[in-house]
């Protein structure tokens, strides 16, 4: 589903077709989740079409390899071309891009020395639909940011996405909310979290959660239109009074929120 026999996919310098793309699998990164990500979207404008906040994407790709200490030399400039080749080249207009940063062979626990690029996109509709969502609170928590680089998008963070993922879906939930090791709220699987109360919008502060791009465009059209928007630290138990709330991130752009735990907003 994400690729045919025509699919293009940019690899280590190259366009070539998805079907013959290989990759080795001594990696460190399918051995040990040590690889960088991104997630952006394009959408057909009346303009042609735009990748969203591109250069951010990319310039978040290359911090997420220098927090970790992958080397990775591209120009973002150099990147966004890419990415808009790829679209035309697979003549795809509203999509999904992928680029993933990813390691050569090695067993050891230091970075790999040999670092490729690969980038693909394919035609993805909203993560979760337009249904307003069930969220529960996961009983995993967002990590320790001093066992990780939070403000990494690196592979092997998203082990904790898929557990809680599961576990939400397993008691009939569409999503997770996870909470920090304090117990404040933190973000969705993959998404970030935004609440209303009395007309004022809160998010978590940065700290324990990856700062989202989208989330960052919302505080700006939030300071734009004089919304007032505050970041920071929410408990858990606020959640209940809350008159509304919505997570939002590339993949699931802005997803209203039905209830937590069961819980309807008012
Ligand atoms: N939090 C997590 C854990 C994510 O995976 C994502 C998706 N990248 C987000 C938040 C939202 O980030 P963005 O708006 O940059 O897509």
């Given at each position: 589903m994400y690729y045919t026999k025509d699919t293009i996919l940019f690899l280590n310098g190259k366009f070539i077709k998805a079907v013959d793309a290989h990759t080795d699998l001594y990696s460190q990164t399918l051995h040990y989740g040590f690889g960088a990500f991104e997630g952006i979207r394009a959408y057909q404008t009346m303009n042609g079409v735009k990748i969203f906040k591109a250069q951010e994407h990319f310039e978040r790709l290359k911090k997420s390899c220098a927090l970790v200490g992958i080397p990775f030399h591209y120009e973002t400039e150099d990147l966004v071309q890419i990415a808009y080749q790829l679209l035309s080249k697979n003549n795809l207009s509203d999509a999904y891009i992928r680029p993933l940063v990813y390691c050569g062979p090695?067993?050891?626990?230091t970075p790999a020395q040999d670092v490729y690029l690969m980038m693909c996109a394919w035609e993805w509709d909203k993560?979760?639909?337009?249904n307003m969502l069930k969220l529960c609170i996961s009983s995993y928590q967002r990590p320790n940011p001093n066992s990780l680089k939070m403000e990494a998008k690196v592979t092997g963070h998203y082990v904790n996405s898929i557990l809680a993922t599961s576990e939400a879906k397993v008691r009939g939930y569409d999503d997770a909310l996870m909470l920090d090791m304090y117990g404040n709220v933190g973000e969705a699987s993959g998404a970030n979290f935004f609440l209303e109360k009395n007309g004022v919008l809160y998010t978590p502060a940065l700290g324990h959660i990856l700062p989202g791009i989208t989330r960052q465009t919302v505080l700006n059209i939030c300071r734009e239109l004089e919304i007032p928007v505050v970041e920071r630290n929410i408990r858990a138990e606020e959640l209940e009074g809350a008159d509304g709330a919505f997570s939002c991130g590339t993949a699931a752009e802005i997803a209203g929120i039905e209830s937590i735990d069961a819980k309807p907003f008012a």
């Open positions: 090695n067993m050891i626990l993560y979760h639909g337009d």
